[in-house]
């Protein structure tokens, strides 16, 4: 199955912008529906985004949508997050998964089995 390794995370002020990157390898990316989740100290995992194989359906959380943007190439075998606007409350390691079965919209609410090692973003105020 794919494995999957998360870059691009670091620290940034308040209102800037960072692009995560997801690259994955070992499988047939295309295959795969992609999502973003994020997790800070002591709380559980939280859902971000997520895209479908192909790219043409996307979905976020409400907090989120306007401000992150989820894209892939799946020419480059990568999933992409772009930030903006961020927030000291977007503060967390942000992880990316991959999911074989489907459908892309339901990804926040099952368990995944595909996970990279994650990513910390850091905002300061």
């Known amino acids: 199955q794919v494995q999957l390794a998360e870059s691009g995370g670091g620290l940034v002020q308040a209102g800037g912008s960072l692009r995560l990157s997801c690259a994955a390898s070992g499988g047939t990316f295309s295959s795969y529906d992609m999502a973003w989740f994020r997790q800070t100290p002591g709380k559980e995992r939280e859902f971000v985004a997520a895209i479908s194989r192909s790219g043409g359906s996307t979905y976020y959380v409400a907090s989120m949508k306007g401000r992150f943007t989820i894209s892939r190439d799946n020419a480059k075998n990568t999933v992409y997050l772009q930030m903006n606007s961020l927030k000291p409350e977007d503060t967390a390691v942000y992880f990316c998964?991959?999911?074989?079965?489907?459908?892309?919209?339901?990804?926040?609410?099952?368990?995944?089995?595909?996970w990279g090692q994650g990513t910390q973003v850091t905002v300061s105020s």
């Open positions: 998964a991959a999911d074989p079965i489907g459908p892309t919209a339901t990804m926040r609410y099952r368990s995944l089995e595909v």
